[in-house]
Nanobody, 117 residues
Framework: QVQLVESGGGLVQAGESLRLSCAVSGSIDSFRLVGWYRQAPGKLRELVASITSGISTNYAASVKGRFTISRESAKSTVYLQMNSLKPEDTAVYYC???????????WGQGTQVTVSS
């Protein structure tokens, strides 16, 4: 049973930083793509950033230059470093992983990020 466990969310002020972690059960190298999504109240879930097994990254325009996604195979963990946070970054952040075989998609339970102005 694959599990994705997010951590690192919290309440910060605008301009501050947070680092989210997503611990993946088993080997992270069994996933071809791991990403972070977010969902604000009343809005659709949106992609924030993703990283492939080949370390290619993709970012939403709204976070480019402020957020950095990375993966550490030895710890089977993906990180999202979030700098210069803005109130509009407030949302529940979800980790997402797509398995190499069968392209099965997995989701974590989410972690709340709240940025006050």
């Amino acid at each position: 049973q694959v599990q994705l466990v997010e951590s690192g969310g919290g309440l910060v002020q605008a301009g501050e930083s947070l680092r989210l972690s997503c611990a993946v059960s088993g080997s992270i190298d069994s996933f071809r793509l791991v990403g972070w999504y977010r969902q604000a109240p009343g809005k659709l879930r949106e992609l924030v950033a993703s990283i492939t097994s080949g370390i290619s990254t993709n970012y939403a325009a709204s976070v480019k230059g402020r957020f950095t996604i990375s993966r550490e195979s030895a710890k089977s963990t993906v990180y999202l470093q979030m700098n210069s946070l803005k109130p509009e970054d407030t949302a529940v952040y979800y980790c997402n992983a797509v398995r190499r075989i069968g392209s099965i998609v997995y989701w974590g339970q989410g972690t709340q990020v709240t940025v006050s102005s």
